[in-house]
């Protein structure tokens, strides 16, 4: 920039100096001006929409196993509290895999975060029908617990919104939660009387939150 001072006054290059940091605060502010219309756009419902419904079956295929615990019970020949493993280990992995996903997402972004975490909660679900092996099928379940998208859905959403809006946008997602979980019982139990097994009613239900995930 020494060429442009060079024969210029003191008083001249002030004012180009000062010139030119308007220009960049005049930039910065029209910037931040696009991402505000974008958070006042009609898109963030959308967002919300689509993230509220993914969350809610997410948790509504947590009832899968509840409902199927008669029927795996004979399969395997399994007691009460070997039949609840596979509840407890599954929120094992909900636990630790919030905090993965949180590592993941700072390095990889949210997008891909959430892609990783839908692949881990449907390959199980259609691979669990398929085990012969108790073992595996628990392994599997502890992995499926990874792929619960709160944090994600949660931190996707809010983005969208002004930082006055986000507590109300992070209520309603939450809210998919206790949705998906009550009615997910409803659902699970009418798949378990139509598919007749509950190895077909782990795939039906794999497939609906496979639909969703896609739209």
């Known amino acids: 920039m020494r060429h442009v ?3 210029w006054s003191r008083r001249q290059r002030w004012s180009y100096y000062v ?3 308007e220009i960049e605060v005049i930039n910065i502010k029209s910037l931040r001006s696009g991402y505000d219309e974008a958070k006042e756009s009609g898109y963030r ?7 509220f419904v993914f969350l809610a079956f997410a948790y509504a295929s947590l009832t899968t196993w509840s409902v199927a615990i008669p029927e795996l019970s004979k399969t395997f020949s399994l007691t009460s509290a070997s039949a609840q493993l596979g509840s407890s280990l599954l929120m094992a992995g909900y636990a630790i895999g919030s905090f993965v996903e949180s590592l993941f997402a700072s390095r990889i972004g949210l997008k891909k975060t959430g892609l990783l975490a839908a692949i881990l909660l449907l390959i199980p679900q259609f691979a669990i029908p398929f085990l012969g092996h108790y073992g595996l ?14 944090f994600v859905t949660a931190s996707m959403t809010t983005a969208w ?24 019982g409803l659902l699970t139990g009418w798949l378990l009387e ?8 782990f795939i039906e239900f794999g497939v609906i ?7």
């Open 5 to 7: 001072y060079q024969g």
């Open 19 to 21: 010139a030119s940091r």
């Open 45 to 51: 419902w959308v967002i919300l929409a689509v993230n």
């Open 137 to 150: 099928i628990l392994l599997l379940r502890f992995l499926q617990g990874w792929g619960i998208v709160w």
């Open 161 to 184: 919104f002004p930082l006055a809006q986000r507590g109300m946008a992070s209520g309603i997602v939450s809210a998919a939660i206790p949705f998906g979980i009550g009615f997910g």
């Open 194 to 201: 139509v598919a007749g097994t509950w190895q077909k009613s």
């Open 209 to 215: 939150v496979a639909v969703v995930a896609l739209l």
